[in-house]
């Protein structure tokens, strides 16, 4: 069993500019005809998780938000996967993920969600605005720092 963080951003975005951001080492995996494209990189040793990067269309996301239900269907979008070990200490791979995650943010635009283990959501960014949810998952990891709040 692991611990997986997905990042989804709405829209058709080229995978490589996504990639270039989640990991720079990331290699577009061999494709066959009926497959979507994938970008992934082993990045346990460095960073603590592996990497996944790939397209889809008509998404459905839900997920707990702080007690209530969460539902989000973008047409299009681009998932960002994030896997640790389970086993691993989570002091090296979650700020090394919250990292990559801020440069995602920084550098795209679009409406985005931060899921955890598929259960729980962590962040929204809808038309600009980010919103965490789960403020004890943020003050565990400092994750903060990354990202402050957007009252910070």
Known sequence: MA???RLTLEGDIPLEQVAALA???ATEAPASPDAPRLFTADLYDRYGYAVSVY???NGYYDAEDDGSDWEWEPETYVNVSF???KNDPS???TPNMVAAMARILA???EDTALVLNGNWLLLTRVNGAIRKSRQSWWTTYDADKFIPHPSE
């Open 3 to 5: 611990i997986e963080y």
């Open 23 to 25: 990991a720079p080492e």
């Open 55 to 57: 397209a889809g269309r």
């Open 83 to 85: 896997r640790m070990a």
């Open 91 to 93: 002091e090296k791979g």
């Open 107 to 109: 550098g795209r635009p």
